[in-house]
């Protein structure tokens, strides 16, 4: 269970809240020179970024997703796993340009064992969203938002939706009363309102200012306690 959104108005801003279970996936925060991201450890012993923000600006988050079979895994030079994609992108190996061409050219699939959907963005605003197995949308206007339901095909996850989860209703009626300036701290009164508990609870809200070049972020729901981390100039 994750939220994440891309708000363009007066600043470039991106906020996300990372909603697991840590009996399934060990997370630690990472801070880097150039990179802040959630270093989700896995089986080759590695903190991988598949959530996280990088010193030019962009800004990649993996969710969850009810799987289709058109998306399965699958060893074929023709496909590019979700979870490559996201985390080049985010190391800066892959610029937003460099991305429409891969999945205009080749078939995204999901990683070998998660289904995944994922929001890519840079620090001009311009966002992807990425449903393996159903397509790909370069998003405009005020803000793009994402959970862990099929925005490009809303029939396929709708019989898996949790009763009483309205977080992407929660999130549109409030960044529907925001207009051109839009704050880090609006960002946070968003994710803060959209927030999960146990045993899926929010465990990190970071969110990212383009203008600032800094990361805000709190762990487990403290929205009090406002950390940051700020990138050099690029």
């Known amino acids: 269970m994750c939220t994440r959104f891309v708000y363009r108005g007066s600043d470039v801003i991106t906020g996300f809240n990372f909603d697991i279970d ?65 985390e080049q992108f985010i190391q800066t190996e892959l610029s937003f340009d460099e991305v429409l061409q891969i999945v205009q050219t080749k078939k995204i699939v999901y990683a070998p064992d998660a289904t995944m959907q994922a929001m890519l963005s840079d620090r001009n ?26 925005l490009l095909d809303p029939e396929s996850t709708r019989p898996f939706i949790v009763p009483g989860d309205d977080r992407y209703e929660r999130a549109v009626r409030l960044l529907d009363s925001y207009e051109n300036h839009f704050t880090v701290s609006d960002a946070f009164s968003v994710l803060s309102a ?31 306690q406002i950390k940051k981390h700020r990138f050099t100039q690029s």
């Open 22 to 86: 840590p009996a399934v996936w060990d997370h630690q925060i990472m801070l880097e020179e150039d990179r802040f991201y959630i270093g989700i450890l896995r089986p080759d012993g590695l903190r991988h970024s598949y959530h996280g923000v990088s010193r030019n600006g962009n800004a990649g988050t993996l969710l969850y997703v009810h799987g289709n079979s058109n998306g399965m895994y699958r060893e074929d030079a023709g496909c590019v796993t979700i979870a490559d994609l996201t």
């Open 125 to 150: 605003g311009r966002t992807l969203i990425l449903e393996p197995g159903v397509g790909f949308r370069e998003d405009a206007g005020r803000y793009s938002l994402i959970t862990n339901y099929s």
């Open 194 to 224: 959209v927030r999960q508990e146990e045993p899926w609870a929010t465990r990190v809200s970071f969110v990212y200012s383009a203008a600032e070049q800094t990361v805000y972020y709190v762990e487990n729901n403290d929205f009090e």
